[in-house]
């Protein structure tokens, strides 16, 4: 495998020159990950790149690249633990077993998390570029390898399919349900004969990860989990929970709302975010599970999927927006293996544990074109476009996968991997439903630490699936609520100063009771941001803020509902250690569920703010009263909206009026 050293940038660039042979292994010979472009790139020029591709397209082709991949990430599951290139050790770079990768420098952080990866920041998709790239070239190399044992006149037809390999991704926007291939217990895969190939029954690699012996019992310290990675109890409860809520809408509206790098990147800024919808994936696929928990979860043969789509994603808005591309100026970070919490991050500050060709570290200015690593995605063949064209072609993409019906084209790989939901999984359902919203995790967690995390099913974007109710449920009303009591808890109205009325629910110490719990002590007010422009659709929001340090409880969701309709929910992980979080849940699902479409204006945000309802909502189901916890706010955004007119156009955002519906600022000591 050459690797060869790579610009870094759409508009900033870093030049350097070092001899491909020096670089035949990833981390022979160096400290840490030397990672260049794949296939012979350098890096610079507009030479052709293999695509990443879909998992859904590659299982369905079942070619030379199916058979490539399968026995590549069996064989990098299978290595010895303490081979630097084993999955075990690039998986362990994102947490535990927080150690040291391949000596590229000691333990320096002063906060809990001992891990590389970081979560919450600017540079959190940053970060997993050179991660996923690492075990992208570790993938290939072992491909090659592989393909090197067919017989002659086979064998230069699975060396290009190597060449060409690259790590596939899970497009859940388009497709939200569990690939199919990572389901069975074993899988068939072509292997080699000495004249041909024959059909072979392995281990799927794409089920699970069975951990070393040695690694669980502690050669590589605490390592506090089960001896392989689980999902869900029933792979039905992950498709419902995916299923359940749209995350195509909400993904096209986290391009369509973010003014800047940091609104569309992370939590950390105001608004909907690409990390947000990321969080949810860990938390709808994992059914209560390791894949929320940040210690594990790259663990997690989805992971590696999921993270090929998040980078794709950040591909398209960095075509879309390349003055754009990345975080500007400089900011303190947070605490991560090899970095200080409180420490200066910039575009230059490194990215351990990878390294350029050159042994430099990497950073966010060297790993911000793709062009670094040698891969592209559909749509973005720089070769053959300028960046007007990467631009346009961009934003048609989006649209066509994601945007309005009007401007969608039929996609070939959107329905061929396609689970039959049951009733209880369905987006359009127009009835309540009293099953609980959690799915319980398949066996009994051990004893875990503080920073050990689980998984629930609920959390996300706008669907027409009903919030979880029990035997009865809240009146809906514009200025008062009905005395229902709901399966213990106790329900009264207070009225806001702008005289809407606003529901309290009071659950008993002890009980887990799975009804929509609202806000408690609102002051509602008025906040506008506006232009001249009068958009020609009007829609709702409900933006979330969250001081994680006063929760009581992590992972968590904080969910939003109107009357028992659920419009989505924001999953909170153990990650970042403190600091406020954002995310935004689109109301317009829920409001035509509640048959509040029939009203306009004022009028419709009174019914909104009266009939608002917001839970916690715990890993087994449980629920926790809003009005116990302090550092939590919601607000009402109104947003005006120019619609598109062409599939070239985005959606644009013109006028956005908030409303404060709920506000528990900060009080007493922090939770821990």
């Known amino acids: 495998m050459y690797l060869q050293l790579s610009t870094v940038s759409l508009f900033l660039s870093v030049t350097s020159t070092v001899s491909a042979s020096l670089l035949g292994s990833l981390t022979q010979g160096v400290s840490g990950a030397l990672l260049g472009a794949l296939g012979g790139s350098d890096g610079q020029s507009d030479s052709p790149v293999p695509l990443r591709r879909?998992?859904?397209?590659?299982?369905?082709?079942?070619?030379?690249?199916?058979?490539?991949?399968?026995?590549?990430?069996?064989?990098?599951?299978?290595?010895?633990?303490?081979?630097?290139?084993?999955?075990?050790?690039?998986?362990?770079?994102?947490?535990?077993?927080?150690?040291?990768?391949?000596?590229?420098?000691?333990?320096?952080?002063?906060?809990?998390?001992q891990g590389y990866s970081t979560h919450g920041e600017n540079i959190f998709i940053i970060w997993h570029r050179p991660f996923l790239s690492l075990f992208e070239q570790a993938l290939v190399k072992e491909a090659k390898i592989v393909a090197d044992g067919y017989p002659e006149n086979l064998r230069s037809i699975y060396q290009q399919a190597a060449n060409d390999l690259r790590a596939p991704y899970w497009d859940w926007a388009l497709e939200p349900w569990l690939p199919s291939v990572v389901l069975p217990e074993t899988i068939e895969v072509n292997v080699p004969t000495q004249t041909g190939t024959v059909s072979k029954s392995i281990d799927n690699p794409l089920?699970?990860?069975r951990f070393p012996k040695e690694a669980l019992q502690g050669k590589y310290g605490a390592f506090n989990t089960f001896d392989r990675m689980y999902r869900c109890q029933n792979p039905n409860a992950a498709n419902q929970n995916l299923y359940s809520r749209n995350y195509k809408s909400w993904l096209y509206d986290t391009f369509t709302m973010a003014n800047s790098f940091s609104e569309f990147?992370?939590?950390?800024?105001?608004?909907?975010?690409?990390?947000?919808?990321?969080?949810?994936?860990?938390?709808?696929?994992?059914?209560?599970?390791?894949?929320?928990?940040?210690?594990?979860?790259?663990?997690?043969?989805?992971?590696?999927?999921?993270?090929?789509?998040?980078?794709?994603?950040?591909?398209?808005w960095q075509a879309m927006h390349p003055e754009a591309s990345t975080f500007n100026g400089a900011y303190y970070g947070l605490g991560r293996f090899a970095t200080l919490a409180g420490s200066m991050i910039g575009l230059d500050s490194p990215l351990e544990p990878f390294k350029q060709p050159n042994g430099q570290w990497h950073t966010s200015r060297s790993v911000n074109n793709i062009k670094t690593f040698g891969y592209s995605y559909k749509g973005l063949e720089y070769w053959t476009k300028s960046e007007s064209e990467m631009k346009k072609s961009a934003v048609q993409m989006i649209n066509s996968l994601y945007g309005p019906e009007q401007l969608q084209k039929p996609s070939p790989a959107s329905t061929t991997d396609a689970p039959k939901p049951t009733s209880t999984s369905t987006k359009q359902s127009s009835q309540p439903t009293t099953a609980s919203a959690s799915t319980q995790f398949q066996s009994a967690k051990p004893q875990s630490s503080k920073s050990q995390s689980t998984e629930s099913q609920s959390a996300g974007s706008s669907t027409k699936t009903p919030a979880p109710s029990s035997q009865?449920?809240?009146?809906?009303?514009?200025?008062?609520?009905?005395?229902?009591?709901?399966?213990?808890?106790?329900?009264?109205?207070v009225l806001s100063s702008s005289g809407s009325a606003v529901v309290i629910s009071v659950i008993p110490s002890g009980t887990s009771v799975a009804v929509p719990t609202t806000s408690a002590g609102v002051n509602s007010h008025t906040e506008t941001n506006t232009t001249e422009t009068t958009g020609d659709q009007k829609r709702f929001y409900a933006g979330i803020t969250v001081d994680v340090s006063y929760l009581p409880i992590r992972p968590c969701s904080i969910e939003i509902s109107i009357d028992i309709w659920r419009a989505g929910g924001m999953a909170i992980m153990m990650m970042p250690e403190k600091g406020t979080v954002y995310d935004s849940i689109s109301l317009t699902d829920a409001i035509a569920s509640a048959g509040m479409d029939q009203f306009s204006g004022d009028e419709l945000l009174q019914q909104i703010l009266s009939r608002l309802h917001v839970v916690l909502r715990t890993a087994d189901g449980g629920t926790i009263d809003v009005s116990q916890i302090s550092g939590l706010k919601v607000d009402i955004d109104e947003v005006d909206i120019i619609t598109p007119k062409s599939e070239f156009e985005l959606p644009q955002t013109v006028k956005t009026t908030t409303h404060v519906a709920l506000d528990k600022p900060v009080s007493g000591c922090a939770a821990h």
């Open 472 to 493: 009865s449920t809240p009146a809906a009303g514009n200025s008062t609520v009905g005395s229902q009591s709901t399966a213990g808890a106790s329900q009264s109205a």
């Open 265 to 316: 990147a992370t939590t950390a800024s105001r608004g909907g975010s690409l990390e947000a919808i990321h969080n949810t994936v860990h938390w709808d696929a994992g059914c209560g599970g390791q894949f929320m928990n940040s210690e594990y979860s790259a663990f997690e043969p989805l992971f590696m999927l999921h993270h090929s789509n998040v980078d794709r994603i950040w591909a398209y």
């Open 54 to 113: 879909s998992i859904t397209e590659l299982a369905a082709e079942a070619g030379p690249q199916w058979d490539l991949y399968l026995q590549a990430l069996r064989a990098l599951q299978d290595r010895d633990a303490k081979d630097p290139e084993s999955y075990f050790q690039i998986a362990g770079i994102h947490g535990r077993p927080f150690v040291e990768y391949n000596n590229a420098g000691s333990m320096k952080t002063n906060g809990w998390w």
């Open 207 to 209: 089920f699970t990860y």
